[in-house]
């Protein structure tokens, strides 16, 4: 009988578990591509409804604060939205060769769970209309299946319209 094995637990499974948030880990082939609509590839590749899977956008204000941005994949974020809903008078996305050394997760791996630091953070008000959402297991290859409500509740994350549809 062959042994199944093992999977390395990254940051945000760690995390969870330490919090009691149950979690479903799947795997899927990183083709090393962060193309546009790749989170829509990974979710197809995975089975899943791309609207419940969702992607982990690290933000900036003028101020230097930051806020982290849970939305559908196959949407953009809405700056103006996003940053009412947080109280900033702007946000702006954050360059990407700052995401790793401020977070700790590198581009197609970021997740809302187990940075570095807990930022506020804003998750798409449509993730309430599913029972459990996709988002990255904290590395490329892996995404984790969570209840949005317990997701928010243990990283304290607000749920708001902060969305409009891709160009």
């Known amino acids: ?14 995390e969870l578990e330490r919090g009691g948030v149950a979690y479903v ?18 979710a197809e590749a995975l089975g899943e409804d791309p609207d419940t899977a969702f992607k982990t956008l690290v933000t900036v204000a003028p101020s230097g604060a930051h806020v982290v ?7 953009e974020v809405d700056l103006k939205k996003a940053a009412a809903a947080a109280g900033e008078k702007s946000l702006s996305m954050l360059p990407m060769r700052e995401l ?28 309430q209309l599913f029972d459990d959402i996709g988002i990255s ?15 928010a509740s243990f990283i304290g994350a607000t749920f708001a319209d902060i969305t409009r549809e891709g160009a």
């Open 1 to 14: 009988m062959a042994r199944k094995e093992k999977l390395a637990k990254t940051n945000a499974m760690r």
């Open 137 to 151: 297991g904290g590395r490329r290859g892996l995404s984790l299946r969570v209840s949005p409500d317990e997701l």
């Open 69 to 75: 941005c849970c939305i559908p994949v196959a949407l």
């Open 25 to 42: 880990a799947q795997t899927y082939e990183d083709n090393g591509s962060i193309a546009t609509g790749y989170g829509i590839h990974v």
């Open 100 to 127: 790793e050394s401020l977070t700790g997760y590198v581009r197609g791996g970021c997740s809302p769970v187990g940075m570095k630091r807990l930022f506020p953070t804003l998750i798409d008000e449509t993730a």
